[in-house]
C-alpha cells in the first residue's frame, strides 16, 4: 500500500525542492530531480499494473484512514487502482515523464527552469491524484489543482503581455465548470447519502430505471458542465486554443494527453451512473459531436502551427465525447489512449520545428523542412497519420469504431462525425505541406534551420512507435479483432452492476463499409489539401481574395471570441465598473468617509472663526447662550 501512496507523492517532492530550493541548485542537478521524479512515478505505477493485472477483480482499494467525518457524511482519504485508473496513470506518468525529458532541450536555453520543473511535478501529482482518489471529494482536489497548475504553466512567461491573460482565462472557464461539479456532488449525495465512488455505484445497480429519474438527470448534466470546461467542449472550448501561449512541451502534456482528458475519465468512472441519464448522455452525444465538427472547421485556414493542433485536441475531444454519449465508454476511452500518443507526438514535434526555425511559429514562413529536419518529418507523419485516422492506425482504430457505435445509435450524429473527419484530414495534410513540402518561403529561417538534440528527438522517436503500437491493444471487434482495452475496462466501467449493459450489435460488414465510407472520404480530402498547398499559397490566397467573408469567418474562428468579450465579458466589465463608481467610490467613500471628514472640516472651520482671543467676544456669547436658554425654559413653561 505504502508503494501506491508514492505514487503522487514522489512528483510532489519533487516540486517541493525544485520549487523551494531550485534556484540554489545546478541547472542539471533541478532536471534530474524532475526527471527522475516522474520516472519513479512511471516504475510504480507499472509495478501496480502488473498487480491489477494478476488481480482476479483487476481492482485494488487502499485505504489511508478517515478524512471527512460530518454526520452522515463519511469520506475516506483512500485510492482505487483498477483497470481505469492504472492506465490513466501509465499515460500520465508515461508520457509525462517523456515530456520532462524533451523539456529538459526545449527549455535549454531558458532562466529559472527549476520554476518551470517544480510546476510540471506538481501537475503529475494532481492528476494522479485524481485518477487515483476513491472519492468525489478527493477526485475535486485533483480536479482543481490540475487547474491551478495550468494557470501557472500556461502563464509561464508571466513578462509577456499574452501568457499571463491565456493561464487567467483558462482558470476563470475551468471555475465556470467546476460550479457544476459541486452541484453535480451535493445532488449525488442528496440521491445517494455517499460520495464514495465505490459504494455510490453499488447502490446505483439496486436502482430502477425511472427511479430519481429527475434528480440523477440533473446531476449528471452538471457533472457534464464541469467535463465542457475542463475538456474544452462547446460552450467552455475557448480557453484551449489561448493555452498555447504556454511553452510547447506544456500543450503536449496538459492539452493533449492528460488535463484535458479529465472530463472523459470523470464519465467512465461513473458509467453506470450516466447509463441511468439518457437525457445526459443524448446531450453529451450531440455537444461533443458539434464540438468536433465545430472547432475542425476552426483548424482549417489557421496559420499558427500550435493553434492548429489546439483546434484539433479540442475536435479529438469532441469525437471522445461523442462515443460516451452512444454508451461506447470504452471506445471513447481507448481514442484518450491513443491520442495522447500521437496529439502528444504532434505537438513536441512542432516544439522541434520551433526550435529549429527560432521560435517561429507562422505556418507561411515554412516550407521545405523535410531535408532539414528528417527525423521531425518522419515522426510527424506517423502522428498525422493518426490522426486522420489511415487504416492500420492507431487513430483509425479509436476513431471509426465511435463512428461505428455512432452510426448504430443515430446516422445523423454519424454524418456530422464524418464531416468532422473529412476537415480533420484536410487540415492535418495541409499543416504537414506547409511545414514540410515545397520551397522554403523565408530563406533567412530557412537557411537556419537544422535538427533537433536528441533530448527532443529521442522522445520524437519513443512517441511515434507508442502510437504505432497502440493499435494492437484496440483492434475494435466490430472490425473482426480482439480489443484488449475494452475487455481490460469492462470490470472498471461496470462496477457494482449486478446486470450486464445491454451490448452493442456486431455487424462486421457494415463497420468496415461506414470504415470504408470514412476513409476514402477522409484520402479524398488529404489529397485536395496535399496537391493545393503543393503549389504553394497561391490557392488560399485566391479564396480569401474571391470569398473574403467566409475566409475571414473560418480564420477568426466565427468571430465567437469576440462575441463573448463582447455580449458577455464587456458587460461584466461595465457592471464591475458601475459597481465601483456607485458602490466604492460615490457610497462607501464618498458618503461614508469623505462626507464626515467633510462636515468635521466645515464645522471646524466654523467654529475656529469664533476663537478670536478677546475677553468681550466669549462674554457676548455667554450671555447670548444664557439667554436663549432661558428663553427656552420659558417656553416650556408656557
Not at 454526520?71 to 501509465?90: R, T, Y
Not at 464514495?196 to 447502490?203: F, K, P, V
Not at 512542432?350 to 527560432?358: C, F, K, P, R, Y
Not at 488529404?526 to 498547398?533: F, N, P
Request: contains cysteine; charged residues 10%.
Amino acid at each position: 500500500m505504502t508503494s501506491a501512496i508514492l505514487i503522487p507523492l514522489i512528483p510532489l517532492l519533487g516540486f517541493l525542492i525544485n520549487g523551494l530550493i531550485g534556484h540554489r541548485l545546478s541547472r542539471g542537478l533541478s532536471h534530474v530531480i524532475a526527471c527522475s521524479s516522474v520516472a519513479s512515478s512511471f516504475g510504480l505505477s507499472l509495478i501496480w499494473f502488473s498487480r491489477v493485472l494478476a488481480s482476479p477483480e483487476h481492482r485494488i482499494d487502499l485505504v489511508v484512514g478517515q478524512w471527512m467525518a460530518v454526520g452522515n457524511l463519511q469520506i475516506p482519504f483512500g485510492f482505487v487502482i483498477d483497470a481505469l485508473s492504472s492506465v490513466m496513470l501509465l499515460v500520465i506518468t508515461g508520457i509525462g515523464l517523456l515530456i520532462h525529458i524533451y523539456s529538459v532541450g526545449y527549455m535549454h536555453h531558458e532562466k529559472g527552469t527549476a520554476r518551470y520543473f517544480a510546476y510540471l511535478n506538481l501537475f503529475v501529482f494532481f492528476m494522479t491524484l485524481l485518477v487515483m482518489s476513491s472519492s468525489l471529494p478527493l477526485l475535486f482536489v485533483g480536479w482543481e489543482g490540475v487547474g491551478l497548475c495550468s494557470y501557472l504553466l500556461i502563464g509561464y512567461y508571466f513578462e509577456t503581455e499574452e501568457a499571463p491573460r491565456a493561464g487567467l482565462k483558462a482558470f476563470l472557464y475551468n471555475r465556470v465548470g467546476d460550479v457544476g461539479v459541486l452541484i453535480g456532488m451535493m445532488t449525488l449525495f442528496l440521491i445517494f447519502g455517499t460520495l464514495t465512488i465505490g459504494d455510490l455505484l453499488q447502490q446505483v445497480s439496486l436502482l430502477g430505471p425511472e427511479t430519481h429519474f429527475g434528480l440523477i438527470t440533473f446531476a449528471t448534466l452538471m457533472l457534464f458542465i464541469g467535463c465542457t470546461g475542463k475538456s474544452a467542449q462547446i460552450p467552455l472550448y475557448l480557453w484551449l486554443p489561448d493555452a498555447m501561449a504556454g511553452p510547447t512541451p506544456v500543450s503536449a502534456l496538459i492539452h493533449a494527453a492528460t488535463m484535458v482528458t479529465s472530463g472523459i475519465y470523470l464519465i467512465c468512472r461513473l458509467a453506470p451512473l450516466f447509463l441511468l441519464a439518457p437525457i445526459t448522455l443524448h446531450v453529451i452525444a450531440w455537444i461533443g459531436v458539434a464540438t468536433a465538427l465545430f472547432a475542425a472547421t476552426m483548424a482549417l485556414f489557421q496559420r499558427d502551427i500550435k493553434k492548429v493542433l489546439a483546434y484539433s485536441t479540442v475536435s479529438q475531444l469532441g469525437f471522445m465525447f461523442l462515443g460516451l454519449g452512444v454508451t461506447g465508454f470504452s471506445a471513447g476511452f481507448f481514442h484518450v489512449f491513443t491520442h495522447a500518443w500521437f496529439k502528444a507526438l504532434l505537438f513536441l514535434g512542432a516544439g522541434s520545428v520551433i526550435v529549429a526555425l527560432h521560435h517561429e511559429q507562422d505556418l507561411f514562413k515554412m516550407g521545405g523542412l523535410r531535408e532539414k529536419l528528417p527525423i521531425t518529418f518522419y515522426t510527424m507523419l506517423i502522428g498525422a497519420l493518426c490522426l486522420m485516422g489511415f487504416p492500420g492506425t492507431s487513430g483509425f482504430a479509436s476513431k471509426d469504431e465511435i463512428l461505428y457505435l455512432t452510426y448504430l445509435h443515430s446516422p445523423t450524429l454519424w454524418g456530422f462525425g464524418v464531416l468532422a473527419a473529412i476537415c480533420t484530414a484536410f487540415y492535418t495534410a495541409r499543416l504537414m505541406v506547409l511545414v514540410f513540402a515545397g520551397k522554403p518561403r523565408d530563406l533567412k529561417i530557412f537557411d537556419h534551420a537544422h535538427e533537433s538534440p536528441k533530448w527532443i528527438t529521442a522522445p520524437l522517436i519513443i512517441l511515434s512507435l507508442g502510437a504505432l503500437l497502440a493499435v494492437t491493444l484496440g483492434w475494435p471487434e466490430s472490425f473482426g479483432g480482439h480489443n484488449t482495452v475494452a475487455s481490460w475496462l469492462h470490470s472498471a466501467i461496470n462496477y457494482g452492476q449486478s446486470a450486464e449493459p445491454e451490448a452493442h450489435t456486431l455487424q462486421p460488414t457494415l463497420a468496415w463499409t461506414l470504415a470504408l465510407i470514412s476513409t476514402v472520404l477522409s484520402l479524398v480530402s488529404a489529397g485536395i489539401a496535399w496537391k493545393l498547398y503543393g503549389k504553394g499559397l497561391g490557392w488560399e490566397e485566391s479564396f480569401e481574395k474571391k470569398c473574403s467573408r467566409t475566409y475571414q469567418i473560418l480564420r477568426e474562428k466565427y468571430f465567437v471570441d469576440q462575441g463573448v468579450m463582447a455580449l458577455i465579458i464587456n458587460p461584466f466589465f461595465f457592471l464591475g465598473k458601475v459597481f465601483w463608481k456607485l458602490g466604492d467610490v460615490i457610497i462607501i467613500d464618498g458618503i461614508g468617509v469623505n462626507l464626515p471628514g467633510a462636515l468635521t472640516r466645515v464645522m471646524g472651520d466654523l467654529g475656529s472663526h469664533l476663537q478670536t482671543g478677546r475677553l468681550r467676544n466669549y462674554t457676548l456669547l455667554s450671555v447670548l447662550g444664557l439667554l436663549g436658554l432661558l428663553t427656552l425654559l420659558l417656553v416650556g413653561r408656557i
